[in-house]
């Protein structure tokens, strides 16, 4: 049944996802032994990067959230650099329904956030004197349900 231009008469308006701001909150870079630490090394340092998500609601409609990225890269049990970035954007989420809203936020807010993010990065470190980092693709589902389980298991913890 179509009340008579090809819709159901009871069309859902659609989901929409809107990025009003993005921005750096906090951003720092270190490059403590320099110049040491920019001669030519013997191998390839070892970089560990570690990546999280949050968000704060602001409204009903509107929620910030945070993409932090933390870095460092050591050669030799020494520090070449590190870095950390909080990047954030502020993003007015509607017509969404509530069981799809939690993932929507963690999954799809930061991913759309990283490329802004792994460039601030790269630039970072290649103006600290280093070849630029660029960062892989992050799959931020995997992410996402490594975090839920982690939870999981926390709250089953404290349940016993």
């Known amino acids: 049944m179509t009340n008579g231009n090809g819709t159901p008469p009871e069309a859902a308006?659609?989901?929409q996802l809107n990025v009003l701001a993005q921005y750096t909150k906090d951003l720092s870079f270190e490059n403590p032994n320099a110049p040491a630490s920019l001669q030519p090394q013997d191998k390839q340092p070892n970089i560990?990067?570690?990546i999280n998500v949050a968000a704060n609601n602001l409204s009903e409609t509107e929620f910030e959230v945070v993409l932090s990225v933390e870095g460092k890269a050591d050669s030799a049990g020494s520090v070449m650099f590190s870095f950390e970035l909080a990047y954030a954007g502020v993003f007015r989420i509607v017509n969404v329904p509530p069981e799809n809203l939690h993932p929507l936020i963690m999954i799809e807010c930061p991913r759309l956030l990283f490329p802004f993010a792994?460039?601030?990065?790269?630039?970072?470190?290649?103006d600290g004197g280093f070849p630029p980092l660029m960062l892989d693709p992050v799959d931020f589902v995997g992410l996402y349900r490594s975090n839920m389980e982690r939870q999981a298991q926390a709250e089953a913890g404290q349940a016993n």
């Open 13 to 15: 308006p659609a989901p």
């Open 48 to 50: 560990n990067i570690q």
């Open 118 to 126: 792994r460039e601030i990065i790269a630039t970072s470190v290649r």
